[in-house]
């Protein structure tokens, strides 16, 4: 993934870049426009070049990655030496950005902010103005910053996303490699996207032309209003092949409005872990077709754990919204109101529930590291089932697996290579608690319960495991 500053940042190709959509929000579609030419006008000064700097201490930095047998070992080696001995330097970088206030609030990526001492605003007109930042958020790479003028400052509307259409038109108007006011083309290409960069991930994609110094630039429609930020394309070089992403407006106004007046993004919390639901644990739950999100942990006295939502669970619907995947589930949690209660579809042992919750404050905490158990040398099954030998937790099996006193399951200590459980990852020192959503204590119990799911006439058994202080569900092909 390249940066708006030309660093990496993974090895799918995802640049960072501005883009401007250009979108219809009418019922009807528009014909093709003859020129972008009054847009491009209308709008520019509002987009803004962002540099920004920050030194770098050579002497902290290390040799890491190459090995020391290597040949290039010893030329990074010299060339770190020399960077050294110059000492501390400044070094900077470019990105886009829009003013959405006269007096003065500029949105651009939080990446192209992130690290920096120093940050500049530079307007089309050539007037250059420093900037603070009044508030991040990383989750959805958005930054918002403030900029002081002696005049009201051209300025564009954060309009809304929810209107825009796969082939609607789009503009695209930054600073690609440091170069002003470049304005390019395109359509809207799909929606609702999920690059893997988040939890929120709920992109506008494109084939306008981005490149690197796009980044933070405005999304707008037909009209000129904001529908996005960019945050990234798809590109092997770094240099456009017409895949670019955007944050929709549904979801940057909301976080600017929550950092302009409390200085930090406020998400709403309910103290679950979800996984997907996919076909083969649609058909465990019977559920038929795979949708919503599969709850497969709660958290102790959370708001899900008030409400009685159980491991298990599969939720349908939250406040009204439908849940189609499971990634919609994180994205309306953290839209809801904090504090306040609403209904939420759970479907559960072939029922359809509702649950009041009360939506509690997402609190950012370091994540718990865990040590994973040491794999033991496979012992003698008292029982296989689904490719899996399961044995009764006994006090060597405990201390083995780091399973606690109180836990009752049987534990998989051999696993098929060729089986379905293989392919779908349980592993040696897995914990089976419950199987079918009826809780196991022995191997019998697990190999009575197959066997009356599959005089049942169903294709997959659901099974809950419990590895490294987490519960997973994992749907297994019956006779696999």
């Not at 900029?147 to 038109?169: A, C, F, H, K, N």
């Not at 592993?427 to 009356?452: L, N, W």
Request: negative net charge.
């Amino acid at each position: 993934m390249y940066l708006a500053n030309g660093g990496k940042r993974g090895l799918m190709g995802l640049c960072f870049a501005a883009l401007i959509l250009l979108g219809t929000a009418e019922a009807d579609a528009r014909p093709a426009p003859t020129s972008f030419a009054e847009l491009a006008e209308r709008l520019s000064p509002a987009v803004v070049n962002i540099s920004t700097s920050h030194v770098v201490n050579p002497r902290e930095m290390e040799l890491r990655g190459i090995p020391e047998d290597s040949p290039l070992h010893e030329f990074f080696e010299e060339f770190l030496e020399q960077q050294q001995r110059r000492g501390p330097q400044r070094m900077q970088s470019l990105g886009s950005g829009f003013v959405i206030d006269p007096e003065g609030i500029v949105v651009t990526n939080n990446h192209v902010i992130d690290g920096a001492d120093r940050i500049e605003v530079t307007f089309t007109d050539g007037t250059t103005l420093p900037a603070t930042v009044a508030g991040t958020d990383p989750k959805t790479d958005l930054a918002v910053l403030r900029v002081e003028s002696d005049r009201p400052l051209p300025y564009v509307e954060i309009g809304e996303s929810s209107g825009l259409r796969v082939g609607d038109w789009v503009i695209a108007i930054g600073n690609p490699f440091g170069l002003g006011g470049t304005v390019t083309a395109g359509i809207v290409s799909a929606l609702n996207r999920d690059i893997h960069a988040g939890n929120y991930d709920d992109f506008i994609q494109t084939d306008a032309a981005i490149n690197r110094g796009n980044s933070g630039g405005p999304l707008f429609n037909l009209d000129g209003e904001v529908v996005g930020v960019n945050s990234a394309i798809i590109s092997p070089s770094g240099a456009s092949v017409g895949i670019g992403f955007a944050v929709p407006a549904s979801t940057v106004k909301p976080i600017v409005a929550q950092i302009l007046e409390y200085g930090e993004t406020r998400r709403g919390w309910i103290g679950v872990r979800i996984q997907t639901v996919t076909p083969e644990i649609a058909d465990s739950l019977g559920l038929g077709t795979a949708r919503g999100a599969l709850v497969a942990g709660v958290t102790a006295e959370g708001p899900a754990a008030a409400a009685g939502l159980e491991p298990g669970d599969v939720v349908l619907a939250f406040g009204g919204r439908n849940i189609a995947t499971m990634r919609d589930l994180p994205r309306v949690v953290a839209e809801a109101k904090i504090g306040a209660t609403v209904d939420m579809q759970v479907f559960r042992d072939g029922e359809t529930l509702t649950r009041r919750i009360a939506v509690a404050k997402l609190e950012d905490e370091p994540e718990e590291e865990t040590d994973a158990p040491e794999a033991a040398e496979p012992e003698g099954a008292e029982t296989v089932v689904l490719g899996l030998g399961l044995s009764a937790l006994d006090d060597d099996l405990r201390r083995r697996f780091n399973v606690g006193g109180n836990l009752s399951g049987v534990v998989v200590i051999e696993v098929d290579p060729l089986s379905s459980a293989a392919e779908k990852g349980v592993r040696v020192g897995d914990v089976v608690v419950q199987v079918a959503q009826r809780a196991v204590s022995s191997p019998e119990d697990v190999k009575r319960i197959v066997e009356s799911e599959e005089k049942a006439g169903r294709n997959s058994i659901l099974l809950r495991l419990l590895a490294d202080g987490e519960t997973r569900f994992v749907a297994l092909r019956l006779g696999g």
